[in-house]
């Protein structure tokens, strides 16, 4: 099984409709990341939390993290079709000498419909 | 944020022959990069930890003979893939981190370069 889940693996929303994708981890989180990645290009960095409770936005993105949960989310809030894309979490799930080293979850299909 | 650059940016080689792609650093300078791939519709997998001026770190699975990493300043690593075949065709992806400014922080941004498309014929 995957070591960080994210939930759901596509999603189809309504212009302006708000919406979470999650993201949860088998283990402890030592750091997570949030991008975004149009198919077939490099990933574009949207958020790096570090402590259980951090909240962090941008524009109309929020996300948060829950230590203890080893989860993060990811709302987006009045979503525009230029939000649509692919959203990867990627974290550092080992700590120690991996320091750096980021495993990905599956990533979240986001298709906004105008 | 910080850039990271890649090139080139598509490959189409012959099997057999070897590919080099290489991860740039354009406004800082980076220790470490990572080397990652990625399958259609698929996550990234890591592939290997580049240090400058030492040898590189493989994840498991990876063969270092056939994935050369060469990291040869604070912001330049080439990855070879040498005697390519078609299942080596993938999307290569590079990543660098940034140090934080000022305070404290534990955790180092990365930022991703654009990626390069190889197909291998």
New interface residues.
């Given amino acids: 099984s995957q070591e960080l889940e994210q939930s759901p693996q596509s999603l189809i929303v309504q212009e302006g409709k708000n919406l979470t994708i999650n993201c949860t981890s088998s283990k402890t989180l030592y750091g997570l990341y949030w991008y975004k990645q149009k198919y077939g290009e490099g990933l574009i960095f949207l958020m790096m939390l570090q402590k259980g409770g951090e909240e962090k936005s941008h524009e109309k993105i929020t996300a948060k993290l829950d230590e203890k949960k080893q989860q993060s989310s990811l709302h987006i809030t009045a979503s525009q079709p230029s939000h649509a894309g692919i959203y990867l979490c990627g974290a550092d799930i080992k700590g120690g000498t991996s320091y750096g080293k980021l495993t990905f979850g599956q990533g979240t299909i986001l298709t906004v419909h105008p | ?1 910080a850039v ?1 650059s ?1 090139h080139p940016s598509r490959v189409i080689c012959k099997s057999g022959t070897s590919v080099k792609i290489e991860c740039r650093s354009l406004d800082f300078q980076a220790t ?1 990069m ?1 080397w990652y791939r990625q399958f259609p519709k ?5 592939m290997a ?1 580049s240090n400058e001026g030492s040898k590189a770190t493989y994840e498991q699975g990876v063969e270092k003979d056939k994935f050369l990493i060469n990291h040869a300043s604070l912001t330049l690593s080439t990855l070879t893939v040498t005697s390519a075949h078609p299942e080596d065709s993938s ?1 290569y ?1 590079c ?1 660098a ?1 940034e140090p934080p400014r000022g305070g404290s ?11 390069t ?1 190889l197909t291998v014929l």
Avoid: C, H
């Fill in positions: 944020g990271v890649q470490t990572f698929q996550s990234l997998m890591l930890t999307f992806i990543s981190s922080i534990v955790l180092d941004t990365q930022y991703f370069g654009p990626g498309r």
